[in-house]
């Protein structure tokens, strides 16, 4: 069964960094890109990052660019998201997906909100992540 679990969420003030993570078991997790997708409260879905299935290409929103960073370690079945200089407007749920198979991992960063959810086959239950003073 493949599971998708997120952690590291939580409040934090703007300026602010937070380290999510995510951890992935029930697929051979190094021959799948991944990506992070977040929600906000009446919002819809958005695109974060995506990483390549050895970690070489990497891609990121431009709303986040320059502020976050992704890795993996397929050796743990792990993905990361650095979050830094954190806005109230990075508020959300995010969540941690697998990308299907046959999608490029570049289809992600033009894709609409709706199309999330056919490129993206698992998703993570996903972890809160507040920006507030």
């Known amino acids: 069964e493949v599971q998708l679990v997120e952690s590291g969420g939580g409040l934090v003030q703007p300026g602010g960094s937070l380290r999510l993570s995510c951890t992935a078991s029930g697929f051979t997790f190094e021959t799948y890109h991944m990506s992070w997708v977040r929600q906000a409260p009446g919002k819809e879905l958005e695109w974060v990052s995506g990483?390549?299935?050895?970690?070489?290409?990497?891609y990121f929103a431009d709303s986040v660019k320059g502020r976050f960073t992704i890795s993996r370690d397929n050796a743990k079945n792990t993905m990361t998201l650095q979050m830094n200089d954190l806005k109230t407007e990075d508020t959300a749920v995010y969540y941690c997906?697998?990308?299907?198979?046959?999608?490029?991992?570049?289809?992600?960063?033009?894709?609409?909100?709706?199309?999330?959810?056919?490129?993206?086959?698992?998703w993570g239950q996903g972890t809160q992540v507040t920006v507030s003073s």
């Open positions: 990483i390549s299935f050895a970690g070489r290409i990497k």
């Open positions: 997906a697998r990308v299907q198979s046959a999608v490029a991992l570049s289809a992600l960063v033009t894709a609409a909100p709706d199309a999330l959810s056919r490129l993206l086959d698992y």
